[in-house]
């Protein structure tokens, strides 16, 4: 049994800290405060194959590996958590899923841009009215003898405003529920759409989400993936690989602010003394460290055995679930250790304790990541099927 992380690894690690730290960590909380979005930082982590990760060379990818990527997307959110959602709505969302069902155009036209950033993706699955229970959206394609027609409302669409291809979630056939759910790549340049920026947001401000309106939009016969009907499929196995770079996120926080604490502990007096010295100080200090670690061995065990090719969505869902909770409890620990700084915009702890919220919500709640998790221990659905 290994614990180590091969030297390879070692270096991507690195590389991607030091890329963080050179590019997004000099301007991120002017960025933040802005709600501007990063275009061409997302560009140079393209150039730099950070979205190639889990494509194959003739796709324009690297395959490193979603262990790599991993490592990669928790640098990001280490510095800003806004900058690891590329690595969801390029590489493990559209990317993955276009690799894995889409016909050899649909590669072509989608993969090398994605890949390189010159392209980006966003994944539309959720609407007004269908948030956890993804069966229950309404959106319809119906098959008019030239094109799918597309409409419906998706909300909460992270990258919609900047995306240029979108995997779509939609009905084909209604009455033989989720069997008859469709999955699409669509051109985001198609006549039909508009998009609406959801700009009053508690965090991520940097990262830009909306809700997408499909109006008669008219979807090719080659952007299907898969076959009819295979959409709630693909959408699950698109959520198992997505929620490896959501719980790489809330890691990056967590640790963020473990950075942050273990400075201002050691800086900041009271008493005549470090308010590190303090053993209820210590108590939320150790437990920081101890969750985090915890979040990272779940995380790069999942992400670990996706790279071998072994059933991984039950590892998947704890991960996701406990990076999502470390994330919130070290966020709200940084908040009591900085006190009324951390309240202020002066140090970066309240951004984390904004930001860490998404984690628990995002991509299954908590929740539905528990469910996963009991429902497998009870025996009633086995996770890794
Ligand atoms: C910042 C942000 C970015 C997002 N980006 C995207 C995106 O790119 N693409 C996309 O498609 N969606 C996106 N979403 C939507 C997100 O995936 C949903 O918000 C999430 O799935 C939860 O759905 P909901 O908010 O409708 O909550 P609901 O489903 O209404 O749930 C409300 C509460 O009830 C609980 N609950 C619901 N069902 C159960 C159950 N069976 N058992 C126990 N508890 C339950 C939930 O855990 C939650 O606590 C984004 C959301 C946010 C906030």
Known sequence: MHFELTEELLDVQKMARDFALKEIAPTVDEDDKAHRFRRDIVEKMGELGFFGC????????????????????????????????????????????????????????????LCDASKLGCFAITEANAGSDVASMKTRAIWDGENYILNGDKMWISNATV?????????????????????????????GITVEPITEKLGTWSAPVGVITFENTPVPKEALLGKEGQGFKICMEQLNDTRLGCAAGGLGVAQACIDAVLQYANEREQFGQPIGKFQMNQDMIAQMIVKTEA???????????????????????????WCGEAANFCADCAMKIYGSYGYSE???????????????????????????IAQDALGYRKANR
């Open 295 to 321: 979040a990272r061995l779940l995380l790069y065990k999942a992400a670990w055995l996706k790279d071998e090719g072994k059933p991984h969505t039950l590892e998947t869902s704890m991960a996701k679930y």
């Open 163 to 191: 995306a240029d291809v979108a995997l779509v979630y939609a009905y084909t056939d209604p009455s033989v529920k989720v069997k008859g759910m469709s999955a699409f790549a669509v051109d985001m340049k198609s006549p």
């Open 346 to 372: 002066e140090y970066p702890v309240a951004r984390y304790y904004r930001d860490a919220k998404s984690y628990q919500i995002v991509e299954g709640t908590s929740n539905i990541q528990k469910f996963i």
């Open 54 to 113: 889990v494509i194959p060379e003739e796709y324009g990818g690297n395959e490193m590996g979603f262990l790599a990527i991993t490592l990669i997307a928790e640098q990001m959110a280490r510095v800003h958590s806004s900058m690891r959602l590329p690595f969801n709505m390029n590489a493990l969302g559209p990317a993955q899923t276009i690799l894995r069902y889409g016909n050899e155009e649909t590669k072509k036209k989608w993969l090398p841009g």
